[in-house]
T-cell receptor, first 115, second 114 residues
């Protein structure tokens, strides 16, 4: 079956612009996660969604970052007023349900470059 | 708070040689431990995971890992490395009180010499 897909695969933007990154999880997966992979910081958790529960936003680095998940499926990560330090690969993952024992399936990522 | 340390940033082994990638974690209770592999331009793929039971875990592609509570370690091993194993490897820990979010190590980049 189809895996997790993300779009765009690459995004170049100018400092100060807003960007939207999209994630399509595996069909039927109720949990969705966003991570950021950057040089010097490794892989960092950003936010996760589980069904209709309030998302865990504890990893979002600033209020310029927000995410939503519509209809319990597709998710959009929005970065407002981008800064150069936002340059990174943004990875999305989904799992059948939320829980530390659940396998997370990762998408290929969106590589964001802020000039 | 949980943390994961992968002491080796980069390892080079010869094809056919054995491999061990180190991972140490910090967590108060029994952790949920994972090894993922990332090939260039690809997302992360799960190699294996440990929650409980037998401390030696078998994974895909001939990899195995051993959970050692006394050493807070979860090292990844492979008896004979193939050139296609060249990639970056991440150890991660999850906790029951943290939902499903994973804490990752910094990663170990594996190069394979012919």
């Amino acid at each position: 079956g189809a895996g997790v897909s993300q779009s765009p695969s690459n995004k170049v933007t100018e400092k100060g612009k807003d960007v939207e990154l999209r994630c399509d999880p595996i069909s039927g997966h109720t949990a969705l996660y966003w991570y950021r992979q950057s040089l010097g910081q490794g892989l960092e958790f950003l936010i996760y969604f589980q069904g209709n529960s309030a998302p865990d936003k504890s990893g979002l680095p600033s209020d310029r970052f927000s995410a939503e998940r519509t209809g319990g499926s597709v998710s959009t990560l929005t970065i407002q007023r981008t800064q150069q330090e936002d340059s990174a690969v943004y990875l999305c993952a989904s799992s059948l349900v939320r829980g530390p024992q659940e396998t997370q399936y990762f998408g290929p990522g969106t590589r964001l470059l802020v000039l | 708070a949980q943390s994961v340390t992968q002491p080796d940033i980069h390892i080079t082994v010869s094809e056919g040689a054995s491999l061990e990638l180190r991972c140490n974690y910090s967590y108060g209770a029994t952790p949920y431990l994972f090894w993922y592999v990332q090939s260039p331009g690809q997302g992360l793929q799960l190699l294996l995971k440990y929650f409980s039971g037998d401390t030696l875990v078998q994974g895909i592609k001939g990899f195995e890992a051993e959970f050692k509570r006394s050493q807070s370690s979860f090292n990844l091993r492979k008896p004979s490395v193939h050139w296609s194993d060249a990639a970056e490897y991440f150890c991660a820990v999850g906790a029951s009180n943290q939902g499903g979010k994973l804490i990752f190590g910094q990663g170990t980049e594996l190069s394979v010499k012919p």
